[in-house]
């Protein structure tokens, strides 16, 4: 009798055991769909801006203590093919030529960095976990390689397209899901890719703006339109074979519903829909109902400015009925129930213009934040720099594929040398704001806000007299805007240095 109620209660604890394992284990996988929860993108068509700009603003999000680097890597012509390893196995041979690019390096992540290359393509990324579960690569597919060869391939947005289709097509995708939003001085595109082979892009119409959180936004495609849409011509047939698509069931073939892993059932918690509808709403000037149900692109209220930007990537829905903290009353915005544009992951933050009419040196002004943008400045820069300033970032600057891959996912050597960048001071500032959002978020913008509104007032002063020097002597005015952009981080180092010693954010 008591042999038969050990026999039961050690049955009990098992089970309690694997009740508590699979609770984890459930946590665990739904931490990790949160974890695609990462970024958000806005891009702008060039008659729907104000200057004639095609604009990628964006907030990168990533987890854990990671270092921002920006640097400049020169182009480079090896003289011969160059075999490239993706990383986990599978090999591409390129024609031995790399475009220069400003690296916007989020150092040992796979999925994160931007670039702007020497012909003025950006690049950047949302993670858009997709419902695709099977595995379809060859040698371990690609992932972190499919940016960078865009960047050093890529002559246009829509080179930039077609070069990751092909790399997709010919290795397949490891991640879940992302899209991939390209952009010229003349077009802008989003490429959602899926775990495999699959991809589709669209090209946002040149006068209106697209929106994109965590989630797919393509949604009704035309494969017979060449202009504005490219992708695996087997799309719809692939969706109805894994059961994802049915004519008579769903209607028109909508790519989004068709691969998007399903969200949360209610759209407030879901990580996108809020983000999504903050963004429309803004942008479009009116309310947006809180459906989840957003079209691709949609034409603005007015004319989009590139620093008006900077408002909606620090937004924490301040002033509706999401704003969780009752205007920073009751904590930091950073960390609530609801999943914010501006959030305590985002690490570092860009609005790229891309203006066709400008000297090419100045064709590409990159506002850059390095770090959570609701607590620093962004800072002038220009894809046209021979050479960045001290504090932007560490390391090598000469192409090489070898080094750059291992010294990207082995970052042990930066993180030693992480006092000399601005960024560990960006960040240090931040968590001190976190720590008492209320009562400091006032003095610090109070104390950086003129030195960005002055950066902003003065650019076009700066621009003017660049452009009037660049038609006499090129040279020295590369000189002239290397000296800028050099003055303009030497300046926020100084302010920050100084905000840090003072007791008030201690």
């Known amino acids: 009798m008591h042999y038969g109620r050990s026999v039961l209660n050690n049955l009990s604890r098992k089970l309690l055991i694997l009740l508590v394992l699979a609770f984890a284990l459930t946590g665990l996988l739904w931490s990790g769909?949160?974890?695609?929860?990462?970024?958000?993108?806005?891009?702008?068509?060039?008659?729907?801006?104000?200057?004639?700009?095609?604009?990628?603003?964006?907030?990168?999000?990533?987890?854990?203590?990671?270092?921002?680097?920006?640097?400049?890597?020169?182009?480079?012509?090896?003289?011969?093919?160059?075999?490239?390893?993706?990383?986990?196995?599978?090999?591409?041979?390129?024609?031995?030529?790399?475009?220069?690019?400003?690296?916007?390096?989020?150092?040992?992540?796979?999925?994160?960095?931007?670039?702007?290359?020497?012909?003025?393509?950006?690049?950047?990324?949302?993670?858009?976990?997709?419902?695709?579960?099977?595995?379809?690569?060859?040698?371990?597919?690609?992932?972190?390689?499919?940016?960078?060869?865009?960047?050093?391939?890529?002559?246009s947005a829509r080179d930039a397209v077609k070069i990751a289709g092909e790399l997709v097509g010919q290795y397949g995708y490891r991640g879940s899901g992302r899209t991939y939003m390209v952009a010229d001085k003349s077009e802008a595109w989003m490429i959602a890719v899926i775990h495999g082979r699959h991809w589709f892009a669209q090209r946002v119409p040149d006068d209106e703006v697209a929106v994109i959180p965590n989630w797919y936004t393509i949604r009704l495609i035309r494969p017979d339109n060449h202009a504005d849409f490219l992708g695996s011509p087997d799309i719809v047939e692939?969706?109805?074979?894994?059961?994802?698509?049915?004519?008579?069931?769903?209607?028109?073939?909508?790519?989004?519903?068709?691969?998007?892993?399903?969200?949360?059932?209610?759209?407030?918690?879901?990580?996108?829909?809020?983000?999504?509808?903050?963004?429309?709403?803004?942008?479009?000037?009116?309310?947006?109902?809180?459906?989840?149900?957003?079209?691709?692109?949609?034409?603005?209220?007015?004319?989009?400015?590139?620093?008006?930007?900077?408002?909606?990537?620090?937004?924490?829905?301040?002033?509706?009925?999401?704003?969780?903290?009752?205007?920073?009353?009751?904590?930091?915005?950073?960390?609530?129930?609801?999943?914010t544009i501006c959030t305590a992951s985002t690490i570092n933050s860009f609005i790229a213009s891309l203006n066709g009419r400008a000297a090419e040196p100045v064709s590409v002004m990159i506002w850059l934040a390095l770090g959570r943008p609701d607590s620093t400045v962004y800072l002038p820069l220009y894809g046209g720099v021979e050479n960045l300033p001290p504090g932007a970032g560490l390391g090598r600057t000469t192409h090489d594929y070898g080094t750059l891959y291992e010294r990207h996912f082995d970052d042990s050597w930066l993180r030693s040398a992480r006092d000399e960048l601005l960024q560990t001071k960006v960040a240090e500032l931040a968590r001190r704001v976190e720590a008492d959002y209320g009562g400091l978020i006032g003095t610090v913008r109070r104390r950086l806000g003129p030195v960005e509104t002055s950066f902003i007032e003065k650019r076009g002063e700066f621009e003017a007299k660049f452009m009037s020097l660049y038609a006499r002597d090129q040279s020295a005015a590369v000189g002239e805007l290397d000296r800028y952009v050099a003055a303009a981080f030497e300046e926020v180092a100084s302010l920050y240095a100084k905000l840090l010693a003072e007791p008030r954010t201690h």
Not at 264 to 272: E, H
Not at 281 to 303: R, V
Request: a neutral charge; proline letters at 6%.
């Open 238 to 339: 692939y969706a109805r074979q894994r059961g994802w698509y049915d004519a008579k069931r769903d209607g028109p073939f909508d790519f989004k519903k068709a691969f998007e892993r399903p969200p949360r059932p209610d759209p407030v918690f879901d990580g996108n829909t809020l983000r999504n509808w903050r963004g429309l709403t803004l942008l479009s000037g009116h309310p947006w109902a809180i459906n989840g149900d957003y079209p691709f692109s949609f034409k603005p209220g007015k004319k989009v400015a590139a620093e008006s930007l900077m408002a909606i990537l620090r937004d924490h829905y301040e002033g509706t009925p999401y704003d969780a903290t009752g205007g920073y009353k009751t904590g930091t915005p950073n960390h609530t129930k609801f999943r």
């Open 33 to 155: 769909r949160r974890g695609g929860d990462d970024c958000f993108t806005i891009l702008v068509g060039r008659k729907a801006s104000a200057d004639g700009s095609v604009i990628v603003a964006h907030n990168e999000d990533d987890p854990g203590d990671t270092i921002v680097n920006v640097r400049k890597i020169r182009a480079r012509d090896y003289g011969a093919p160059q075999k490239v390893g993706l990383g986990k196995g599978a090999v591409f041979e390129t024609d031995g030529k790399s475009a220069g690019f400003l690296w916007i390096e989020a150092a040992g992540q796979e999925f994160a960095d931007s670039f702007v290359n020497d012909h003025g393509v950006v690049i950047t990324s949302d993670s858009c976990p997709s419902r695709e579960t099977a595995e379809d690569f060859t040698d371990g597919g690609i992932g972190f390689m499919l940016r960078r060869l865009m960047a050093e391939k890529a002559r």
